[in-house]
């Protein structure tokens, strides 16, 4: 448990925690999907900065503190002021670099470039590192509650919950793929962030090797869950088989739960919420076995999420009702029935 500064009428703010550790953490309940913050980056550089330094006017001489060091003097002085205030893992409390506080935040993110060579238009993705004051003060955990998306049209980081949050409750994010093994989740992490990954999938139970290896199975599995899970319609039309694709969701779905893992679905960074994928899959099976009291339940755990996520899911929360009202409008009923 957490205790926090209070700020407006955020459902967060930010406190320490029982490591000393500035983080994130609730202040109000928010709900499995819901939005907890929006935000601009305040910096947005190629990810091969370093070694364009002509990307902020410097020949390829330039340092690379003179390299961050220009980059920050564009930012306003208050807004300079807080991205100083950012954490730098790699230096003791009073010795920061600007190169340090940009390594310890930035997040990688995705745009579209246009290449135009001549007269030939060529759009293409390349990554960038952005870097976001509030998004910045949110710790790792290797079960996170919260992830992140950035949407290129609207140029906004969104941070949602993957997961019911609880007042007081620490707000995380991943920053690594969640779904390798222990071993080299910690490695990374101190590598990168020099810290020991405190969180509690990588303490709790962890004085079993068993359990170690149980949670790197459960995590590989997952990771290719949807890889491999069997086509639907095959299922749907195989008169045979009944349970077995509801039985592989409402497992994966456990097994995400114990993992913390409801947030991903394959470690690609892919943007789906996978839990979310589950409870669509579910709502399917169950509209296709013509089963009202299932098709109903998963009817409604999809409509609370799509609610949480907020006045953009509308449309879909109208639909959502029109099924629960009249389920035999449902698109597939009943077509394992048939
Ligand atoms: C992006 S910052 C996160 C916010 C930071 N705690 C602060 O005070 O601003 C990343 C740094 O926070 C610390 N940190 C993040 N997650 C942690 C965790 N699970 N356990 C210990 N330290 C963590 C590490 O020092 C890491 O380099």
Redesign the pocket.
């Known amino acids: 448990m957490l205790t926090g500064r209070e700020e407006g009428h955020n459902p967060y703010s930010?406190a320490?925690?029982l490591?000393g550790?500035?983080?994130?953490v609730a202040r109000t309940f928010i709900p499995q999907g819901g939005v907890i913050l929006v935000e601009h980056p305040v910096i947005v550089v190629p990810a091969d900065m370093e070694v364009d330094a002509s990307v902020v006017g410097l020949d390829e001489a330039g340092s690379q503190s003179e390299l961050y060091g220009a980059l920050f003097s564009r930012l306003d002085s208050q807004m300079r002021k807080e991205v100083l205030?950012?954490?730098?893992?790699?230096a003791s409390p009073n010795a920061f670099t600007t190169r340090g506080i940009f390594n310890?935040?930035a997040l990688d993110v995705r745009l579209e470039v246009d290449k135009r060579r001549k007269f030939q238009a060529k759009v293409q993705e390349q990554k960038y590192k952005a870097l976001f004051l509030k998004?910045?003060?949110?710790?790792?955990?290797?079960g996170p509650n919260a992830v992140w998306r950035f949407d290129r049209l609207s140029f906004t980081l969104t941070l949602s919950a993957v997961r019911a949050i609880h007042p007081g409750e620490e707000i995380?994010i991943s920053?690594i793929n969640p779904f390798l093994p222990r071993h080299t989740r910690r490695t990374q992490?101190q590598s990168?962030?020099?810290?020991?990954?405190?969180?509690t999938h990588?303490d709790a139970p962890w004085t079993f090797p068993s359990a170690i290896s149980q949670s790197d199975k459960a995590r590989y599995e997952l990771s290719t869950f949807f890889k491999k899970l069997p086509d639907w319609e095959q299922w749907c039309f195989d008169e045979n088989n009944e349970q077995f694709m509801i039985e592989r969701h409402l497992r994966a779905m456990q097994m995400r739960e114990k993992e913390g893992l409801e947030g991903f679905q394959d470690g690609t960074g892919s943007e789906i919420v996978a839990y979310m994928k589950h409870i669509d899959a579910l709502v399917m099976c169950y509209g296709a076995l013509a089963d009202v009291q299932g098709f109903t339940k998963w009817v409604r755990k999809a409509r609370e999420v799509k609610l949480a996520e907020g006045p953009d899911n509308a449309l879909h929360v109208k639909v959502l009702d029109l099924w629960l009202k009249e389920p035999g409008k449902f698109y597939v009923w009943g077509w394992k029935r048939l």
């Open positions: 930010s320490h925690n490591d550790e500035l983080g994130m205030a950012l954490k730098d893992c790699s310890t935040n998004t910045s003060r949110c710790n790792h955990s290797c995380t920053y992490l990168k962030w020099n810290f020991v990954c405190h969180c990588c």
